[in-house]
């Protein structure tokens, strides 16, 4: 367990945060979420220990630990081999591993009668018993497992981590620490550098981790996958959601219909009071009365609505009409140090089109936009632009590329030079640069704030095709759903690599696969084309799964079908005997949980009643049993996953012995 113990941090005049408390429990899945400047990776770093505090603010259990994943990943200097680096999570393991070979060796030159040989002997036993815990001969097939899971091949394994990108590096570090498990994962914006291969995988593995863990992340999809808990920061303040954000965004919503309707009444209720005490205080028969009233008014507690925070509002100008056809890409291919990206490309791109470019990292997804922006020469073939098509790219590290000497004004200015300056601060004010905020360097700029200004700069010049890669990266997730919306209302074409699903599937209406050397076109969004790959992948499983049974089942050793008969029935045995007690928690665990969601959906359903408010007792004694009733709900889900877990494993081994 950790705690974060009445944080107040503040900066001048302004709270980062105002007596913040929080609470990590075992086995709590949490999204932070909360618009940017907000101080959600503030608030990691300090859990994590990266920020020093006054000592007793963050407080850990014994024997908890805690692994922290960056935003920006650190550089890894080292000669080692990615292998040998993600090999370093286990280095207590190994080294024990290397002490037993040690004691094995020193056991072989020792006497028999000696002390030495008794003290050598209990120390293998215990070194032996503490390997046998850590599982230490399934160390490289784990390593192997996470690292192609994040999308690392074979050959990746044995090469030098410096020989890798930023954002491979990224991968390399989220790795070491899944495969480290501490008790708390902290992990602040670990999907940037995925693609949706990866990010499917680290979904699944999260799902089915077992210690606790607080995710950053301005994707919803992965968000609403990993989490059952939501912490939101606003003002400086934390308010717990019991759901992932899909149910946060739901019960804030309920939650601000319920404040604004109490704080509707009691404002009616003090304009009343205030309205008889005017009337009736200079009375005499009444004075008594209206200063009774006038001392209700001053025990009430007021009710006060919380501040809205600032969002970006803006839309695409409309796109100057062009021909039908937008762009044409015949027979294109490109090639790197000899080795192909992709050939034979040929599409057709219409007015209208909306297109998310979809594939492993190192397919060619940037490559490709690139070719179409006319930022990079295809070998061969050729894009040609329709008539009246006018281009606009947003590249995927353009925030990064911006002059860090300019002020955000002149940025802007630079990029649409016939704008006024009246338009111009009109323009960035729709992007949260107000007032004195124009007149900052871009080298002070943060992530957001810069991918902020590097859209802005792009929609100043209207055009009718955009070609965007990866552009809600660094945005929170109410700006991203603002371009989300401007990008469905938009009447250009689209061309958008991304791997944030629930953002594309909102405007998307064609899937561009780059896939092994090929680009594939499908219709429909991306959930479609994912359920539709899943589909193709089960069945191929089924058609492998089918051929095994099907061919020929020669009893080469000889066993008779009463033998196969007897090794299955002793199959079950084993499998009673091994997975029973689990089976039993299961159960219990499903019959809980099943109780707990319809008790819990009940007391959702008269917390939502606007006439519980009135009662404050009473909505004190429901509130705390519907806080009882997800804390004690969360803890049969950890029960069942766990014993879900086990039976998984025991059925895993009975498999491998068949």
């Known amino acids: 367990m950790l705690s974060v113990n009445h944080l107040d941090i503040r900066y001048g005049n302004k709270h980062l945060f105002r007596d913040l408390s929080a609470v990590v429990y075992p086995g709590d899945r949490i999204g ?63 080294d024990l591993q290397r002490e037993l070979k040690e004691l094995n060796h020193r056991l072989a030159g020792a006497a028999p009668d000696s002390e030495e040989f008794e003290q050598i002997l209990e120390r293998q036993g215990e070194v032996q018993h503490r390997l046998e815990e850590h599982d230490v001969y399934t160390i490289r097939t784990r390593i192997e497992k996470v690292l192609h899971g994040l999308g690392f091949r074979d050959e990746d394994l ?30 602040d914006e670990p999907t940037n550098h995925l693609d949706l291969d990866s990010l499917t995988w680290l979904e699944s593995f999260l799902q089915s981790y077992d210690g606790a863990m607080v995710i950053i992340s301005h994707d919803r999809s992965f968000l609403d996958r990993t989490t059952r808990q939501t912490w939101e920061l606003s003002l400086g303040r934390l308010t717990v959601y019991k759901g992932n954000y899909s149910y946060y965004v739901r019960e804030k919503e309920e939650r601000r219909r319920i404040e604004k309707a109490a704080y509707s009444n009691q404002q009616a209720q003090i304009r009343q009071t205030m309205r008889f005490v005017e009337r009736f205080k200079a009375k005499a028969t009444k004075a008594r009365q209206a200063q009774s ?62 297109v998310a470019v979809v594939g492993v990292n190192g397919a060619g997804k940037s490559t490709l936009l690139r070719i179409l922006a006319g930022q990079l020469p295809a070998d061969s073939g050729q894009c040609r632009l329709g008539s009246g098509v006018q281009l606009t790219y947003f590249g995927q590290h353009q925030a990064q590329e911006l002059p860090p000497d300019y002020t955000v004004l002149e940025t ?228 069942w996953e766990e014993a879900q877990a086990r039976i998984d494993e025991i059925d895993r081994q009975l498999a491998e012995e068949r």
């Open 32 to 94: 932070l979420v909360g618009v940017n400047g907000t101080g959600k990776t503030t608030l990691m770093k300090i859990m994590a220990g990266e920020t020093a505090t006054d000592d007793s603010v963050v407080t850990c259990a014994r024997h908890f630990s805690v692994g922290y994943l960056p935003q920006e990943p650190g550089v890894i200097s080292s000669n080692r081999t990615v292998y040998q680096e993600a090999e370093t999570s286990f280095a207590a393991v190994l």
């Open 158 to 187: 044995e090469r030098p981590v410096v020989s890798f990108s930023g954002g491979w590096v990224m991968r390399l570090l989220l790795a070491r620490m899944l495969l480290a498990a501490p008790s708390l994962l902290l992990l």
């Open 293 to 354: 009233r006038l001392k209700q008014l001053d025990k009430m507690e007021v009710i006060e609505l919380a501040e809205d925070e600032q969002q970006i509002r803006f839309s695409f100008p409309a796109a100057p009409h062009s021909g039908r056809d937008v762009l044409m890409i015949e027979d294109v291919g490109k090639s790197y140090h000899g080795k192909p990206v992709f050939t034979d490309v040929n599409l057709l791109l219409q007015r209208g089109d909306k």
């Open 412 to 639: 802007l200015s630079h990029a649409a030079e016939d704008l006024t300056t009246t338009r111009l601060r009109s323009l960035l004010g729709a992007f949260l640069f107000r007032g004195e905020d124009v007149d900052k360097k871009v080298s002070v700029l943060s992530g957001g704030e810069k991918s902020r200004l590097a859209l802005a700069r792009m929609i100043a010049i209207p055009a009718n095709c955009m070609l965007l890669d990866e552009p809600t990266n660094h945005l929170d997730m109410s700006s991203q759903e603002v371009l989300q919306e401007a990008m469905r209302q938009y009447d250009g074409t689209i061309v958008v690599v991304s791997h944030n699903r629930y953002f594309l599937d909102c405007f998307v209406n064609k899937v561009l696969e780059v896939k092994d050397g090929r680009v594939t076109v499908y219709e429909g969004t991306v959930a479609e084309f994912l359920d539709r790959q899943q589909l193709l992948e089960q069945r191929q499983a089924e058609r492998e799964k089918t051929e095994q049974t099907a061919a020929p089942t020669a009893d080469v050793s000889g066993d008779s079908k009463k033998e196969r008969r007897r090794r299955e029935a002793e199959r079950r045995r084993r499998r009673q005997d091994l997975a029973g007690p689990w089976l039993k928690k299961l159960s219990e665990a499903e019959r809980q949980v099943d109780k707990l969601e319809r008790e819990k959906e009940q007391l959702e359903k008269t917390l939502a009643d606007p006439d519980l408010y009135q009662d404050q007792q009473h909505w004190s004694t429901v509130s705390a049993d519907y806080e009882e009733s997800a804390r004690r709900l969360d803890r049969w889900l950890l029960r």
